[in-house]
C-alpha cells in the first residue's frame, strides 16, 4: 500500500480546517437529517476541521453547545427541525454566547427565516443541497469574521 511519503508533495497546501496553531477548528453539526449530518462532516472533515458534537434537533444542539463550550468554533444548524426549529435554537445560544459563530442551513424558499436568523445573529447560511466549494467558503468566509 502507498503512503503520504510515495507521492511528491508538489501541490502540497495547509487543510482549511487548521488553525494558525496546527490545531483543526472544532465544528457542532445540528440536523435532523442524517444525510445532510453525513455530507457536512465529510465536507469538513476532507478539509482537517474537526466535528466535536452532531445533534438531531434544535434543543439537543444548545444543549450540546453549553456542554461543548468553549471548544466549538463553529455551529451548522438546520432551520426546520423537530422538537426545536434552528432559529429558536440559534436564539438561545447567541443569548448563552454573544460570539458564537452560527451558519443556517436551509432549503429553498426559505428565505424569511434566513433573513430573521441573520438579525438574530446568524453569521451567515448555506442552502441546501450542500454544494462542497460552498460550504467550505462560507465556513471559511465565517471562521474570519
Given at each position: 500500500m502507498?503512503?503520504?511519503?510515495?507521492?511528491?508533495?508538489?501541490?502540497?497546501r495547509?487543510?482549511?480546517?487548521?488553525?494558525?496553531d496546527?490545531?483543526?477548528?472544532?465544528?457542532?453539526?445540528?440536523?435532523?437529517?442524517m444525510?445532510?449530518?453525513?455530507q457536512?462532516?465529510?465536507?469538513?472533515?476532507s478539509?482537517g476541521?474537526e466535528i466535536?458534537?452532531?445533534?438531531?434537533?434544535?434543543?439537543?444542539?444548545l444543549?450540546?453547545?453549553?456542554?461543548?463550550?468553549p471548544?466549538?468554533?463553529?455551529?451548522?444548524?438546520?432551520?426546520?427541525?423537530?422538537k426545536?426549529?434552528?432559529v429558536t435554537a440559534l436564539?438561545?445560544?447567541?443569548e448563552?454566547?454573544?460570539?458564537?459563530?452560527?451558519?443556517m442551513?436551509s432549503?429553498?424558499?426559505?428565505?424569511?427565516?434566513?433573513?430573521?436568523s441573520?438579525l438574530?445573529?446568524?453569521?451567515?447560511?448555506i442552502?441546501?443541497?450542500?454544494?462542497?466549494?460552498?460550504?467550505?467558503e462560507?465556513?471559511?468566509?465565517?471562521?474570519n469574521?
Amino acid at each position: 500500500m502507498k503512503t503520504k511519503t510515495d507521492f511528491p508533495t508538489i501541490n502540497e497546501r495547509r487543510p482549511e480546517g487548521l488553525k494558525e496553531d496546527g490545531t483543526p477548528y472544532k465544528v457542532l453539526v445540528v440536523d435532523d437529517s442524517m444525510f445532510v449530518t453525513k455530507q457536512i462532516g465529510q465536507i469538513l472533515t476532507s478539509e482537517g476541521y474537526e466535528i466535536v458534537g452532531i445533534a438531531g434537533d434544535g434543543q439537543e444542539g444548545l444543549e450540546k453547545y453549553k456542554e461543548l463550550y468553549p471548544n466549538v468554533d463553529l455551529v451548522t444548524m438546520d432551520i426546520t427541525m423537530p422538537k426545536m426549529d434552528g432559529v429558536t435554537a440559534l436564539e438561545k445560544i447567541i443569548e448563552f454566547d454573544k460570539k458564537a459563530r452560527v451558519i443556517m442551513i436551509s432549503a429553498l424558499g426559505k428565505q424569511d427565516l434566513v433573513k430573521k436568523s441573520l438579525l438574530l445573529g446568524a453569521k451567515n447560511y448555506i442552502v441546501k443541497p450542500l454544494d462542497r466549494k460552498k460550504v467550505l467558503e462560507r465556513v471559511r468566509m465565517t471562521l474570519n469574521q
